[in-house]
């Protein structure tokens, strides 16, 4: 069995999409033949936390964990924050990025969009390359693994290709520069930032994406690079995830949304929709439930707790990822978001598979493009354009006569939830551990080519 080196910052106990996507590598990758090491961080300040993630790592998976410094500590005292708060989705609001309201905010600002390049888990480096250097050489590491956001994890991964002479797979779960997370910086930090980014994807030896929009962005930046490196392995679910519990016959219409809302990522559509129903009565306030489960931001949350929603919405706060999947499972109707920038259309949200996986019907905010593709191929509900309330109340008015008629939804009445099997099977996480094998399959075989030449 060879071995890889997967680095990662986010891996439990770290909470949140992101950790899924490796935990699920680490997790399958052994039955396609690569036995899966992981350098990971050790004293992180986790935007979430998930004590029960731990227990899904194989017990035979090695885990090194090392120092970091992060500075959010320093900027929440700086900017009078208090300790703990979710710097990343308690200060951008529903007009789009972040804006510091002020002095000291604007301050601290400038020197994370100054000094945090690429990101601020920039501090990790100092760690994480002689550590990975040591397991290289203790557990005769074949092939390096890398996952980002944070790309301080790409960085850790070219320094150690370059020192080892391994192969190193980038994996990208969203675009570096440019994208809608991305600080804004001024131009000199810009031009360091963009230099990172160019120089890490053409000495890596392949590309590997999360969702084919970051491929597009990248041949975009950098139109001589060879399209060829870049390989698209979607995101998915595991079906053992999902505990086999009997479909619910709830009394309300539940209507469900797990994870983060901030900035432009927020249900003002839906609440909007729902406003309108209720108070025309075409929906009755005593057969609709909104439950809402995740991290919020100050905008998102005001619009939650309008007077219009009381008795309607329920806010969860944070789950763990078990209680998180049975929620979804004791749910009539799920609710994707899709973030609102340029690369709107092609953005694919990690939780549609999750939710595709939990057989229940949705109703996703998003504009033509990926997203809404893969939910009209996998037959798995309605779309609607993000700002479409008219559409809006047209779609959640059609699932509720359906609840109502039936007490469940489903059955293909109008053509909006008609579950295709052949086509979600493909998006399950083993299937996607296989993809990545073969890519490490074709880049050692390559490697090992040119060692004999």
Do not use: C
């Not at 708060?85 to 100054?114: C, F, H, Q, Y």
């Not at 779960?173 to 930090?189: E, H, K, L, Q």
């Not at 259309?345 to 998003?366: C, L, Q, T």
């Amino acid at each position: 069995m060879r071995k890889v080196l997967i680095v990662s910052y986010y891996f439990p106990p770290s909470g949140g999409p992101g950790v899924q996507r490796v935990l699920k590598f680490v997790k399958y990758l052994p039955q396609f033949g690569y036995k899966p090491v992981v350098l990971t961080v050790g004293d992180a300040d986790f935007p979430a936390i998930d004590e029960s993630l731990l227990n899904e790592i194989p017990n035979d998976v090695r885990v090194v964990r090392t120092r970091i410094f992060e500075p959010y500590d320093a900027y929440r005292k700086l900017t009078g924050k208090k300790p703990g708060s979710a710097v990343d989705v308690e200060n951008i609001p529903s007009g789009g990025k972040k804006k510091a309201s002020g002095p000291m905010e604007k301050i601290a600002d400038l020197v994370r969009s100054t000094f945090f390049i690429p990101d601020a888990r920039v501090g990790w480096l100092f760690t994480a390359v002689s550590a990975g250097m040591k397991i290289i050489e203790e557990e005769g590491i074949d092939a390096i693994y890398s996952s980002s956001p944070p790309y301080t994890a790409s960085l850790i991964a070219k320094s150690l290709k370059k020192r080892s002479g391994k192969p190193w797979v980038m994996g990208l779960r969203d675009p570096w520069t440019g994208f809608i997370s991305t600080p804004n910086r001024w131009f000199v930090p810009a031009a360091i930032d963009r230099y990172m980014e160019r120089d890490s994807v053409e000495r890596a030896d392949a590309v590997e994406i999360a969702w084919e929009g970051i491929g597009k962005d990248l041949l975009g930046k950098y139109p001589g690079l060879d399209r060829n490196k870049i390989v698209y392995i979607p995101n998915g679910f595991d079906s053992e995830d999902y505990p086999a519990i009997e479909r619910p016959r709830n009394e309300r219409m539940t209507i469900t949304y797990t994870g983060s809302l901030y900035g432009r990522r927020n249900p003002r559509t839906l609440l909007d929709a729902v406003k309108s129903l209720t108070a025309s009565g075409k929906i009755s306030r005593d057969k609709i439930r909104l439950v809402f489960a995740g991290r919020f931001g100050a905008d998102v949350r005001a619009m939650l707790q309008e007077p219009e929603f009381d008795g309607i919405v329920e806010e969860k706060g944070y789950l763990p990822h078990e209680e998180s999947i049975k929620l979804l499972l004791e749910s009539d109707l799920l609710v994707l978001i899709v973030d609102e920038s340029e690369l709107s259309s092609e953005i694919v949200p990690g939780k549609v598979f999750e939710y595709i996986g939990s057989k229940r019907p949705i109703i996703a905010f998003a504009p033509q493009g990926a997203a809404a593709e893969i939910i009209r191929s996998t037959g798995a509900g309605a779309v609607v354009p993000p700002e479409d309330l008219s559409k809006a109340k047209e779609a959640l008015e059609s699932f509720y006569v359906q609840f109502r008629e039936r007490g469940s939804i489903g059955g293909d009445r109008n053509g909006q939830f008609a579950p295709r099997e052949e086509v979600i099977r493909n998006f399950e996480r083993k299937e996607a551990a296989r993809k990545l094998s073969t890519l490490f399959n074709k880049i050692l075989e390559k490697d090992h080519g040119q060692a004999n030449r």
